[in-house]
Nanobody, 127 residues
Framework: QVQLVESGGGLVQAGGSLRLSCAASRRTFNTYAMGWFRQAPGKEREFVAAIRWNGWSGSTINYADSVKGRFTISRDNAKNTVYLQMNDLKPEDTAVYYC?????????????????WGQGTQVTVSS
């Protein structure tokens, strides 16, 4: 069982930045692929970004086209934490952002059903 706790959401003006954090309870955190998803009111949950640590060869990272160049996903295995740095935020980025974990990278990408979910954190971008 993996418990995920997100933090860092809030209200920001368009063009601003926020950094979301997701702390995982599992000591074997580095074996999990981690992802961020979001759900806006009246819309389906959508994929945002995913990262899997490959050890000495680095990490595999995927982004949704809508956030490429603006968002950066990263992880600190020593702190069992994954981050989502969000820059140049737009009103359409407003959503509840969820952290997710799965044993496979394919479990935290677009169209997937991750094994574990956090409770979500609200991000609101005003115009």
């Amino acid at each position: 069982q993996v418990q995920l706790v997100e933090s860092g959401g809030g209200l920001v003006q368009a063009g601003g930045s926020l950094r979301l954090s997701c702390a995982a309870s599992r000591r074997t955190f580095n074996t999990y692929a981690m992802g961020w998803f979001r759900q806006a009111p009246g819309k389906e949950r959508e994929f945002v970004a995913a990262i899997r640590w490959n050890g000495w060869s680095g990490s595999t990272i995927n982004y949704a086209d809508s956030v490429k160049g603006r968002f950066t996903i990263s992880r600190d295995n020593a702190k069992n934490t994954v981050y989502l740095q969000m820059n140049d935020l737009k009103p359409e980025d407003t959503a509840v952002y969820y952290c997710a974990a799965d044993g496979q990278l394919r479990g935290v990408v677009a169209g997937s059903s991750p094994e574990y979910w956090g409770q979500g954190t609200q991000v609101t971008v005003s115009s």
